[in-house]
Structures are given as C-alpha cells and as structure tokens.
C-alpha cells in the first residue's frame, strides 16, 4: 500500500525553524510539499526529483526553506528556516511522476502535518 507519513510539525516562534519530515512507502520520480492555510486553497511549496536532485520553489519560501531527500531512508525533507506567521499551514508531502509546482500531478498525499508560527 503506498503511503507517504509527515512528521516534524509543530508550534514555533517567528524567525525560528522546523523541520519536516516524510517518510514514503513509494518512489516516483518527484516528490512534493504543499501547504494549506485555514480560508485558503492548498498551495505548492517546493518539489524535488528522487534521482537529479533538481529542485523548485515557490517564491515565498524561496531562500528560507531548503528541501532534500535522503535515497536510503526513502525520505524527503523541508527544513523551514526564519519562519513567519504566514507559514501557518498544515503542511503535505505528495508524488508525483516529475518535477511539477502543479497540484494535480500528484497522485499520492500523506495526511498532513500542522506548523503554527506564532508572532
């Protein structure tokens, strides 16, 4: 059964980091995060490839957040530097086939984790 577990959420100060953890029972060619604010549709983060270790961003993460991927433990991570109020969102790992900010190309979602960053 394929099956993506977030982990690494939590409550922060701004200007602090978390970072977050997901855990895949499945390789495609990409994985993803995405987050979702309260009131507000679901919006890409970043991606990364399993095997080039090209990467994407959205541009308001950009130099803040770093994503990597570890091949032996099947993991992919976000670490999420000088937090803002703004990033308050549960936060989701996903697959899909290839490097995309496009939500629909993911087929597989984990659960999701909450981050709270408190002012």
């Known amino acids: 059964q394929e099956q993506l577990v977030e982990s690494g959420g939590g409550l922060v100060q701004a200007g602090g980091s978390l970072r977050l953890s997901c855990a895949a029972s499945?390789?495609?060619?990409?994985m993803g995060w995405f987050r979702q604010a309260p009131g507000k549709e679901r919006e890409f983060v970043a991606a990364?490839?399993?095997?080039?270790?090209?990467?994407s961003y959205a541009d308001s993460v950009k130099g803040r957040f770093t994503i990597s991927r570890s091949n032996a433990k099947n993991t992919v991570y976000l670490q999420m530097n000088r937090l803002k109020p703004e990033d308050t969102a549960v936060y989701y790992c996903?697959?899909?086939?290839?490097?995309?900010?496009?939500?629909?190309?993911?087929?597989?979602w984990g659960q999701g984790t909450q981050v709270t960053v408190s002012s």
């Open positions: 996903a697959a899909s086939a290839g490097l995309t900010p496009s939500e629909k190309e993911y087929k597989y």
């Open positions: 499945l390789r495609t060619g990409a």
């Open positions: 990364i490839t399993w095997t080039t270790l090209s990467t």
